[in-house]
């Protein structure tokens, strides 16, 4: 399965503190995206990275790619009570037809 | 507003009993998928269609079914055949395939319990 994995699976930290999170994944990918999930609801899209760039920003979210590692990370700089949520990355392979979430990291931020 | 609606949002299913989960979308989107996701796991992909009349089976497609007779409509029928049915099913559409840098977007998804 292409499927990608996330670590940690649970993060938790203190409101201003930056949150990081990695993201690999098995296979060649044509872009890859982050998404936010708030418990019992959607996915919301967060950030796109296409496979030839290594960073993007958005806001506070800091995005990075190593196509060579097959791994991203997702930074959250001065995180919020707010930001607390599960994060999932998304890869797209090139045949583009199926998305593929990985297991997703649970961050929790303390007031 | 544009967006992908879900109905319902909390359905209960007696053993043997086929349901139906419903999702609409008016973002004119061609690409509709549905994704299974167990408590704290991530999503799994069951089926999803690329366009109307045409439909591909994902990694977990086993016990369910689903039809494209519209471009704004993707119901999911979960049968008697799937056998560990209780989970929390998301309904998605892009505008087409993620290969070509869409975004994916999601409705707020239908939690289904086996009673």
């Known amino acids: 399965s292409q499927q990608g994995e996330e670590d940690p699976q649970a993060l938790s930290i203190q409101e201003g503190e930056n949150a990081t999170m990695n993201c690999s994944y098995k296979?060649?990918?044509?872009?890859l995206q982050w998404y936010r999930q708030n418990s019992g609801r959607g996915l919301v899209h967060l950030i796109l990275?296409?496979?030839?760039?290594r960073e993007k920003h958005s806001g506070r979210l800091r995005v990075t790619l190593d196509t060579s590692k097959k791994s991203s990370s997702l930074l959250i700089t001065a995180s919020r009570a707010a930001d607390t949520a599960s994060y999932f990355c998304?890869?797209?392979?090139?045949?583009?037809?199926?998305?593929?979430f990985g297991t997703g990291t649970s961050l929790t931020v303390i007031p | 507003d544009g967006g992908i609606t879900q109905s319902p949002k909390y359905l209960f299913r007696k053993e043997g009993q086929n349901v139906t989960l419903s999702c609409e979308q008016n973002?004119?989107?061609?690409?509709m998928y549905w994704y299974r996701q167990d408590p704290g796991q991530g999503l799994r992909l069951i089926y999803y269609?690329?366009?109307?009349?045409?439909?591909q089976k994902g990694d977990i497609a086993e016990g369910y079914s689903v039809s494209r007779e519209k471009k704004e409509s993707f119901p999911l029928t979960v049968t008697s055949a799937q056998k560990n049915p209780t989970a929390f099913y998301l309904c998605?559409?892009?505008?087409?395939?993620?290969?070509?840098?869409?975004?994916?977007?999601f409705g707020e998804g239908s939690w289904l319990t086996v009673v």
């Open positions: 998605a559409s892009s505008s087409r395939g993620g290969g070509s840098g869409n975004t994916i977007y």
């Open positions: 296979t060649s990918i044509n872009n």
């Open positions: 990275i296409r496979s030839n760039e």
């Open positions: 998304a890869t797209a392979v090139n045949t583009g037809n199926q998305f593929y």
């Open positions: 973002l004119n989107h061609d690409a």
């Open positions: 269609s690329q366009i109307v009349n045409d439909f």
